[in-house]
């Protein structure tokens, strides 16, 4: 399955924990990292005072199940010291399961494609770079459609 996954991190060395974030994908033998967006800095959501972010998307083929995907990153996280005190607040390591293929997946624990990602223009704008014509499949627009669209707001 063909997946994109946000990588975010405000804390410590904020590009060393994206590149170990990644390297730890690559070296599990169920993911394949396809494509990398660039690493961008933008600012916080929410109203927690916090450092700035930097930011970026991967391309991943996983024969991972979602829920299972989803596990290995939140192990990852976990590897890399991620603490999560409150909702938005700062961290090492932030591994979000933007799309899983074209799948809309919505239980407990998870929401597919990420319910928040038509919002950010950071990460629009990384899927933009890797995957211009991949088309959301709840709003069924492409990257750059949606990425347009905020623009304008």
Request: charged share 25%.
């Amino acid at each position: 399955m063909t997946c994109y996954l946000g990588l975010g991190s405000n804390l410590g060395n904020r590009q060393e924990y994206i590149e170990n974030a990644i390297l730890e994908l690559s070296l599990n033998p169920k993911i394949k990292i396809l494509n990398e967006s660039k690493i961008i800095e933008t600012k916080p959501f929410g109203k927690i005072i916090q450092p700035d972010f930097l930011n970026c998307v991967v391309k991943i083929e996983t024969i991972f199940s979602a829920s299972n995907l989803l596990k290995t990153c939140l192990n990852i996280e976990n590897k890399l010291n991620r603490v999560r005190d409150e909702k938005w607040g700062p961290r090492t390591i932030d591994i979000d399961i933007l799309f899983y293929g074209n799948e809309i997946i919505k239980s407990k624990n998870l929401t597919i494609p990420h319910p928040e990602l038509h919002k950010r223009f950071f990460v629009l704008q990384s899927l933009h770079e890797i995957c211009p014509n991949f088309i959301h499949p709840k709003f069924k627009k492409t990257m750059t459609t949606l990425k347009e669209k905020l623009e304008k707001i």
